[in-house]
């Protein structure tokens, strides 16, 4: 069975920091990895996928995330946070093998909010 | 091009009444999956469609709770005998075959039961 964690339901930053939401995962098989984001009444839009190609994966709006096996992490960064960065953020895993990989695992999700 | 859409955005309905939401996928996308999104679960999966097919109805919470899919496009999600603890957002996504894991969601429904 797989899991998603997400590590701080709400995260609070400066206009201009860094943006690091965080991810962990227990999945059974090798797994793909994404971040949704999701805006104040609107579905869910794809950021980034990983699906076992390079680690280091990036994604729209300048995001970034990185896959560390070792850790079973796939955290979430942006460099500098921009005021329309200030939604709700959902990390999902599927299957990469098995015939169940369209099914979506997510987290709890972390609302993140950018202050001025 | 358009994306997924839904409908009704906003439902209100009474405890023990059935309630029908659509979903529109976008065009040309054989896979379709319903999620429910509510305060005390999260984003749950119900459903999957691939065209008019249902291979996983795992998710769905009790009998009372049915989809179907006509025409491999519209999907409607039915909720018969309607309770309280069905209040949530219901969220469809869509899909091309071969990418089931890359899914493109709707606005959602906000069905709330009194």
């Known amino acids: 069975a797989q899991s998603v964690t997400q590590l701080g339901s709400h995260v609070s930053v400066s206009e201009g920091a860094l943006v690091l939401l965080r991810c962990n995962y227990s999945s059974s098989v090798p797994p793909y990895l994404f971040w949704y984001v999701q805006y104040p009444n609107q579905g869910l839009q794809l950021l980034l996928k990983y699906t076992s190609a390079a680690t280091l994966v990036k994604g729209i709006n300048g995001f970034e995330a990185e896959f560390k096996k070792s850790e079973t992490s796939f955290h979430l960064t942006k460099p500098s946070a921009h005021m329309s960065d200030a939604a709700e953020y959902f990390c999902?895993?599927?299957?990469?093998?098995?015939?169940?990989?369209?099914?979506?695992?997510f987290g709890k999700g972390t609302l993140l909010t950018v202050n001025p | 091009g358009a994306g997924v859409s839904q409908s009704p955005s906003n439902k209100v309905t009474e405890k023990g009444k059935d309630v029908e939401l659509r979903c529109d996928p976008i065009s040309g996308h054989t896979a379709l999956y319903w999620y429910r999104q509510s305060l005390g679960q999260g984003l749950e999966f119900l459903i999957y469609f691939q065209g008019n097919s249902a291979p996983d109805k795992s998710g769905l919470p009790s009998d009372r709770f049915s989809a179907e899919r006509t025409g491999g496009s519209v999907s409607t999600l039915t909720i018969q005998r309607t309770q309280q603890e069905d209040s949530a957002v219901y969220l469809c996504?869509?899909?091309?075959?071969?990418?089931?894991?890359?899914?493109?969601f709707g606005p959602g429904t906000r069905l709330t039961v009194t």
């Open positions: 996504a869509s899909s091309l075959a071969g990418w089931v894991y890359e899914q493109y």
């Open positions: 999902a895993v599927s299957e990469s093998s098995g015939g169940s990989n369209y099914k979506l695992t």
